[in-house]
């Protein structure tokens, strides 16, 4: 596709709700990342994914956070039993990122915002 | 261990004023410096990154920014604000960490232009 792109764009969850967040990376890109954006605040690391390859999950808040990404291209990020604290923009970007370059640039989706009520 | 701060969390200018946002980073190697943008329910967008070649980088929309080591500084400035500047504006640095670049964010400066 032209760009990252995430769905839903907005997602309002009962506490104690499983929600599950989509996100189609730009096609051909190798790195996908996930990043968690509170109000008023930058974009918090989560996790990065290699292709189907889960490289890092250090940024996961808690046991109640799982991601996948099993054919390399699409990803969800699935939070179980929502908690009001996990209200939150979750941004996704993918990268070519050859050879782990640091220059390379992340491309964003616009992101999917979740209110927990 | 890498970090970002972006002092003043909200800044207005007059539309045609100097825009300058100011960015000070930390960081254990020498590092990979990114500006980015972010428009009201959008993701981020790329302005300009620094890359260890020219200090003064040339962005999108006349922004550039300069690196000054000495300062651990990285300023993002456009000499003529417009209305459509307004929007929230983020520095990030880059370090490798296992093979892929780990970007941390600062926590972000509104931008607001007052016709």
């Known amino acids: 596709g032209a760009g990252v792109s995430q769905s839903p764009r907005y997602k309002v969850a009962k506490r104690g709700q499983d929600v599950a967040l989509r996100c189609d990376p730009i096609?051909?890109?190798?790195?996908l990342f996930w990043y968690q954006q509170a109000l008023g605040q930058g974009p918090e690391f989560l996790t990065y994914?290699?292709?189907?390859?889960?490289?890092?999950k250090s940024g996961l808040p808690s046991d109640r956070f799982f991601a996948e990404r099993p054919e390399g291209s699409v990803s969800t990020l699935k939070i179980q039993r929502t908690q009001q604290e996990d209200s939150a923009v979750y941004l996704c970007?993918?990268?070519?990122?050859?050879?782990?370059?640091?220059?390379?640039?992340?491309?964003f989706g616009p992101g999917t915002r979740l209110t927990v009520t | 261990a890498q970090s970002v701060t972006q002092l003043g969390s909200h800044v207005s200018v007059s539309e045609g004023a100097l825009v300058l946002l100011r960015c000070n980073y930390s960081?254990?190697?020498?590092?990979?410096l990114f500006w980015y943008v972010q428009y009201p329910n959008q993701g981020l967008q790329l302005l300009l990154k620094y890359t260890s070649a020219a200090t003064l980088v040339k962005g999108i929309n006349g922004f550039e920014a300069e690196f000054k080591k000495s300062e651990t500084s990285f300023h993002l400035t456009k000499p003529s604000a417009h209305m459509s500047d307004a929007a929230e504006y983020f520095c990030?640095?880059?370090?490798?960490?296992?093979?892929?670049?780990?970007?941390?964010f600062g926590t972000g400066t509104k931008l607001q232009v007052i016709p």
């Open positions: 096609s051909g890109h190798v790195s």
């Open positions: 994914f290699q292709n189907e390859a889960q490289l890092d």
């Open positions: 960081s254990s190697v020498p590092p990979y």
């Open positions: 970007a993918s990268s070519s990122n050859f050879r782990g370059r640091r220059s390379y640039e992340q491309y």
């Open positions: 990030a640095v880059s370090e490798n960490s296992g093979g892929y670049q780990k970007v941390t």
